[in-house]
Nanobody
Framework: QVQLVESGGGSVQAGGSLKLSCAAS????????MGWFRQAPGKEREAVAA???????SVADSVKGRFTISRDGAEATVYLQMNSLKPEDTAMYYC??????????????????WGQGTQVTVSS
């Protein structure tokens, strides 16, 4: 069974950086999309960024210019480099994977697999 394992969360002061990683074990698909979502207490899950296996990326306006999504070309592994972090970036960050390229990248419902999440806390 496919499992997504996230790592790299933690606590940082405003203006700092963190890099999240997500590896999809036992996944052998060629065409897929991997995305990062976040959810703060009392708020809906929000799309952050996504990348397809062909390298095409999508990034939410709220993090554009500060967050960068990338992948390991040989493995179903995705990274989220987060710079210039703000207190409002505080949330549980989740990795997700979808078979194929179809659908709206920002819609949680299109993804087939989810990780357990990693906490990111930004203090002012």
């Amino acid at each position: 069974q496919v499992q997504l394992v996230e790592s790299g969360g933690g606590s940082v002061q405003a203006g700092g950086s963190l890099k999240l990683s997500c590896a999809a074990s036992k996944y052998t698909g060629v065409f897929y999309r991997m995305g990062w979502f976040r959810q703060a207490p009392g708020k809906e899950r929000e799309a952050v960024a996504a990348i397809r296996s062909d390298g095409s990326t999508s990034v939410a306006d709220s993090v554009k210019g500060r967050f960068t999504i990338s992948r390991d070309g040989a493995e179903a592994t995705v990274y989220l480099q987060m710079n210039s972090l703000k207190p409002e970036d505080t949330a549980m960050y989740y990795c997700a994977l979808r078979h194929g390229f179809g659908g709206d990248w920002s819609a949680p419902g299109i993804y087939n697999y989810w990780g357990q999440g990693t906490q990111v806390t930004v203090s002012s």
